[in-house]
């Protein structure tokens, strides 16, 4: 079966655009935090993950549509296969860490799950957005360890439990993924790599000295077809230009 075939199988272009959706949402929700962060080195940082996120969703839609922007902006809600991590708002700046930290330990294992994939331009992006990501995750985790032993610690801990659910969610199954699995195009499971995250978190969280409930069950996504609350809001800021004039070239 050829690259192009694989791309143009339904399951394996659900499965994608999964992450494609994902990376979108979250590079746009950690932009609405340039010039606002607590301090200008952490504007600088934002700006620098939210463009490599974006960048990341760029190259997984070009393996989906040859017009990229519309797709990744003028769908309906309904369309898009975001999990809630992504896609929720961070109202303060505790959020926006922690989903910054959560979201991207949690990516770092879907990225390696496809640096050996059977479509070759997929594997390639997925090298270069792991070179990409070895930085966002150092990022977030030397922030994490400055604000655990500070007044804020309690705020932290708070915002874990309120994001936690969520962060399960970016690995509940995604549609598509048996069919993705049989022909090579990830090698392993969302299943098998929430084990390893949720492992990994539980360490992390422990050594940190973080007190915190593990949730049971992750929030109920119905399969990434139900949208976050406020969903609909968001997606009109992010249509504001593009809907002026759709067939416009800017």
């Not at 504007?43 to 017009?67: K, M, P, R, V």
């Not at 961070?90 to 294992?109: G, Q």
């Not at 932290?156 to 199954?173: S, W």
């Amino acid at each position: 079966m050829t690259t192009s075939s694989l791309i143009n199988d339904p399951a394996v272009a659900e499965f994608v655009l999964a992450f494609a959706d994902d990376e979108h949402m979250v590079g746009a929700r950690h932009a609405e935090w340039i010039g606002t962060a607590p301090f200008l080195e952490e504007d600088l940082a934002f700006c620098s993950i939210a463009q490599d996120e974006l960048g990341h969703a760029l190259g997984l839609y070009g393996l989906l549509t040859n017009d990229i922007d519309r797709f990744a902006l003028l769908r309906s809600a309904g369309e898009y296969r975001s999990c809630h991590l992504a896609e929720r708002a961070a109202p303060t700046w505790d959020d926006a860490l922690i989903r910054h930290w959560l979201y991207d330990t949690a990516e770092a294992l879907r990225w390696g799950a496809l640096v050996q994939s059977s479509i070759p331009e997929l594997a390639s992006l997925a090298r270069r957005a792991l070179r990409e990501e070895a930085f966002h995750t150092d990022h977030a985790v030397m922030f994490l360890e400055r604000v655990v032993s500070a007044p804020t610690k309690p705020a932290i801990e708070a915002a874990i439990e309120r994001l936690l659910p969520d962060a399960l969610g970016v690995f509940e199954p995604v549609a598509g993924e048996a069919r993705a699995l049989e022909l090579g195009v990830v090698s392993e499971s969302s299943a098998d790599l929430g084990r390893r995250w949720a492992e990994a978190t539980v360490a992390s969280l422990a050594a940190l000295g973080l007190v915190v409930a593990w949730p049971a069950e992750p929030t109920a996504q119905a399969g990434r077809t139900v949208r976050e609350a406020g969903f609909g809001e968001f997606l009109e800021s992010l249509q504001a230009v593009i809907s002026i004039e759709p067939a416009a070239i800017w």
